[in-house]
């Protein structure tokens, strides 16, 4: 009795200290959480259910596959060696995953992938609709319905909603014959190299929001990264100057042989109905008159409860400019984005997709302009309808890094390759996965178990039932695409190298690149490796971090945008010197270059000049023809861009000390006064002048350290703001206007601390 009060007391102070410790990681876990530093729980990625350290499942096949060896070979035959000889393969398989569970893993989901409903054939297939979704008449068919019944079906669809076709299509929904609703939102990613980072986890903060509000597994969430090619072509424009057209055309013909990409992410929700409903959906009886009715009911309130969940995640992720994928009518046709984004998923290639709802038919099947696949080792080949051909590679992640943060797969945006990167997620029931992880973390303990994985699975419990956190399951594919297999191989080396120098660890896919190639079509089932990750973990994997503030190729202020650049991501950078996006705006430019000396600001500055020559001819309709004209003023130092001034048969004036510049600001004030400007804007012409006469009448030593004036008096201030405002808004002959100003005064020229004095050394020889 006292032996058992003593076990049961020092399992007590155990289960005491282990709390204590499992209170202090919690508080460590919140403090990095708040700096977006978010651990992956690797105590929950063992595998599955387990007997003697195997899989369970193998552990049951293998006696399935033994029996019926020993029935078939020993009783049948009376042979022994298959069952040896099986007997030694289970043990070697054994021993494979005893050292490593992802091999089973990956080996089980290759073999449950049925590939006969997408293919013809064996190794040439040939392409069939991938994405599972048919209009009413087609899933008569599938379920079977009596040819009599046909109209009745069709006037149900009908009779969803309003209107006839929004079950599938319309509000951007569609209702799938695999019995789920499908919506899809475009987000714009957020330009990590000017934010701050503060802002950055301010923003990051509002993705960690929307996955803590969905708890329930009915919900899947698809998120793609996709990077596509494009080409810049501005080899046609006229840059009106000899020079300057030779010069930007030979950089135009480099930067239209150049690679560049356009990055986009897509978020895609899905709602399962089969979870939602007590009974499948579309079943036989629901079209009966004494059933319809209910099933119509449910499935409005189901369609409406999405939308309002759409609605919510666009809300939460305002900042990223959501955008739903809806219909669209051109030329009086009807198309679908959404269809469309589904049917680039196949093999990256665009084409609209038409909606006809006349007779609910999609007239177009979702193949995706894909003819035939063909899937080698660690390298495929795509085959379109227009006998074009593409090359991808799936890249397999079979293991993560100790954190996560909003950064982790920057460099692989950065990439120069083509690629459809999905991360799936599907949310796991909270309430139960805490009582769960809670019971096991308290029988861990006490049984005498690893005290640091039962404190991890107590973190865990307490997290998720304080709502910081949900945990789901999480997969996805990283497919690459190229134009060439040499390049396909170097895109495969770069990205590899990339998600491994990140602390992943990452191949090429081999024995399951089929998987991956088709899970990237919103796809869990197909996905050979599927992780328990907290919706942290999640929200890091999907950071839309890309520049986001790429500029227009036209429609500027000016017209045209100046030039193109080239981003850190590969991504085209349209340079203007003008917010607004409004052709003919008369906002004024204004653009910053910053740079250490010698990174080639004069050079880069230079290049701007030639750039401009476009506008020369290039004027909105709304400016008058005497203003048509385009004038350049550049203030160089040390010869940097002279030579480009004089090509441009530009004139190239030096200011040097004591000589002649040229410049008149009196004469520009009052050129000002004359103009139909602002009152302001003429106040503030001749505020600069009298700045600039304050500032030649002050000597050096009689200034502050910012620069002001520490001995001019009122009254000679008084005297000089009245002198240069009677010179510049009266009818003076400005040649000489330091000579004019002095002749002004009236006073004293022998006064040594005089204004005329203190403005003598800038009259020109010979003039009084």
């Not at 022994?80 to 089980?108: H, N, S, T």
């Not at 929001?209 to 006229?238: A, W």
């Not at 008159?289 to 009911?297: K, S, T, W």
């Not at 290639?349 to 006809?356: M, S, V």
Request: net charge neutral.
């Amino acid at each position: 009795m006292a032996s058992k009060q003593a076990d049961e007391q020092k399992k007590l102070i155990i289960e005491q200290e282990v709390q204590k410790r499992q209170f202090q990681k919690i508080e460590e876990l919140k403090a990095d959480m708040q700096k977006g530093v978010n651990p992956f729980f690797k105590v929950l990625f063992d595998g599955g259910n387990r007997l003697f350290g195997f899989p369970e499942t193998f552990i049951y096949s293998s006696i399935f596959i033994l029996f019926v060896t020993i029935v078939l070979s020993v009783i049948l035959f009376q042979a022994y060696e298959p069952v040896l000889i099986v007997a030694i393969v289970i043990v070697l398989v054994a021993l494979g995953f005893k050292k490593d569970y992802r091999l089973y893993q990956r080996m089980e989901r290759a073999m449950k992938f049925k590939k006969p409903f997408l293919f013809k054939g064996v190794k040439n297939k040939a392409f069939m609709s991938i994405f599972s979704m048919k209009p009413s008449k087609e899933m008569a068919n599938d379920i079977h319905l009596n040819p009599n019944r046909e109209d009745r079906l069709v006037s149900a669809a009908n009779s969803y909603l309003a209107n006839n076709y929004e079950c599938f299509l319309d509000d951007g929904v569609i209702l799938t014959n695999n019995y789920s609703l499908l919506g899809t939102i475009k987000l714009g990613g957020i330009d990590f190299l000017t934010t701050s980072k503060k802002d950055l986890i301010e923003l990051h903060a509002s993705i960690y929001s929307v996955f803590r509000n969905f708890v329930t597994p009915e919900f899947k969430f698809y998120f793609h990264t996709i990077k596509k090619k494009i080409v810049i072509d501005e080899t046609n424009r006229d840059y009106g100057l000899i020079f300057s057209n030779d010069f930007m055309r030979a950089y135009n013909e480099k930067q239209k042989r150049e690679s560049f990409y356009d990055i986009s992410f897509y978020l895609t929700i899905e709602q399962d109905l089969l979870d939602a409903l007590n009974e499948p959906v579309m079943n036989k009886k629901h079209f009966a008159d004494n059933n319809f009715e209910e099933f119509q009911r449910i499935i409005r309130a189901k369609l409406e409860n999405f939308k309002d969940r759409i609605e919510l995640i666009e809300e939460l992720l305002s900042k990223y400019h959501p955008t739903r994928l809806k219909e669209y009518t051109k030329d009086g046709v009807i198309y679908s984005k959404q269809c469309e984004f589904y049917n680039f998923l196949v093999g990256m290639n665009e084409a609209p997709f038409i909606c006809n709802r006349k007779d609910l038919y999609l007239k177009e099947k979702m193949h995706g302009g894909v003819k035939e696949v063909y899937f080698a080792n660690k390298h495929g080949k795509i085959l379109n309808d227009d006998l074009s051909e593409k090359y991808f590679s799936a890249i397999e992640i079979s293991e993560y890094a100790p954190k996560s943060q909003s950064d982790l797969f920057d460099k692989i945006n950065a990439l120069d390759s083509e690629f459809i990167f999905m991360h799936a997620y599907s949310p796991k029931n909270s309430q139960v996965l805490k009582d769960k992880l809670a019971f096991t973390s308290r029988r861990i303990i006490i049984s005498g178990g690893s005290k640091e994985q039962g404190m991890t699975l107590g973190c865990l419990s307490e997290l998720v039932g304080n709502g910081d956190i949900t945990l789901g399951s999480y997969g996805n594919s990283l497919v690459l695409f190229a134009d060439s297999f040499e390049k396909m191989k170097q895109s495969v080396k770069e990205c590899v190298s990339s998600l491994n120098a990140k602390g992943f660890l990452a191949n090429a896919a081999t024995f399951s690149m089929e998987n991956y190639f088709f899970a990237k079509h919103c796809s869990f089932i197909t996905l050979p490796f599927i992780f328990d990750v907290t919706s942290n973990n999640f929200a890091d994997f999907i950071a839309m971090r890309a520049m986001s503030f790429d500029g227009n190729q036209d429609n500027n202020a000016w017209g045209n945008s100046v030039m193109t650049l080239k981003s850190e991501i590969n991504s085209p950078f349209y340079l203007n010197f003008h917010m607004p996006t409004d052709f003919g705006s008369a906002s004024a430019g204004h653009t910053l270059i910053l740079g250490s000396t010698g990174s080639g600001k004069t050079v880069f500055m230079s290049m701007t000049l030639n750039a401009m020559g476009q506008f020369v001819h290039n004027f909105p309709t709304n400016v008058s023809k005497d203003k048509q004209k385009l004038t350049m003023v550049y203030m160089d130092k040390d010869y940097g861009a002279y030579g480009n001034i004089v090509a441009m048969g530009g004139e190239y004036v030096k200011i040097e000390l004591g000589t002649d510049t040229g410049l008149n600001p009196f004469a520009w004030a009052a050129c000002v006064q004359k103009t139909d400007a602002t009152m302001e804007q003429k106040q503030t012409a001749i505020s600069v002048v009298k700045e600039l006469v304050k500032n030649l009448a002050t000597k050096s030593d009689e200034k502050d350290e910012n620069g002001n004036s520490i001995s001019f008096s009122l009254a000679d201030s008084n005297t000089l703001a009245a002198a240069v405002t009677n010179l510049i808004t009266g009818d003076m002959n400005l040649d000489y206007p330091i000579t004019q100003l002095i002749n002004a005064f009236g006073k004293d020229h022998n006064d040594p601390n005089g204004l005329v004095a203190r403005l003598a050394p800038f009259l020109q020889i010979n003039q009084w």
